[in-house]
């Protein structure tokens, strides 16, 4: 088992670099180094601590089915929420995707349907109209997308999501810092 890889890969996972994972364990860049190349081992002490600041047990780390990563989603984990009074469907495509830098979404939204307003926040936000035609407001702003285009913006005004459409409209959101 390569440690020191593992070690490194966590470290870029939390965005650290040697220098900054040092600081926050009170080792060198050049220790940090060493040990992410397997040219030193950690005493326990300094590999708890290590792990400490990334974040995982003992446990998670040594455990190898912890570390591969999902990348496909059965429609079975998939989680919708329906909302009949504002006409509007959402389905969280990827699940805990909240807990990740981007969540997608398949938003459906029925004649005369309306997502709910969000507050200004850092998040920005992708979306690719599927079906129909989507009416996007940002503050005082309106704009409309039709059918196969895509919309993108920064959500630093109170906005929200409407359906500009005689029939269902269909969007797919992807959005950062999770705010859907």
């Known amino acids: 088992m390569l440690i020191g890889q593992k070690i490194k890969n966590l470290r870029l996972q939390k965005n650290l670099t040697q220098e900054e ?3 926050r ?3 060198t860049k050049g220790y940090i180094s060493q040990l992410e190349r397997d040219l030193s081992s950690p005493s326990l002490e300094t590999f ?4 400490e600041v990334l974040g995982v047990s003992p446990k998670q780390f040594f455990d190898d089915k912890n570390q591969k990563q999902q990348v496909v989603y059965p429609k079975e984990e998939q989680t919708l929420h329906i909302d009949e ?3 509007y469907e959402i389905n969280w495509l ?3 995707s909240n807990e990740n830098d981007m969540e997608p979404i398949l938003l459906t939204l029925e004649k ?3 997502y709910k307003e969000f507050e200004p926040s850092q998040s920005e936000t992708f979306g690719y109209v599927l079906i129909g ?3 996007v407001t940002i503050g005082e702003d309106t704009y409309i997308a039709e059918q196969g285009e895509s919309i993108y913006y920064q959500a630093l005004s109170t906005h929200n999501i409407s359906n500009a459409h005689n029939g269902t ?3 797919l959101i992807v959005a950062t810092n999770s705010y859907l």
């Open 112 to 114: 005369k349907g309306e």
């Open 25 to 27: 364990t009170d080792l």
């Open 133 to 135: 035609k989507i009416c």
């Open 169 to 171: 409209s269909q969007l």
């Open 48 to 51: 708890f601590s290590i792990l």
């Open 85 to 87: 009074d504002k006409g």
């Open 94 to 96: 990827v699940a805990d």
């Open 21 to 23: 994972l040092g600081e």
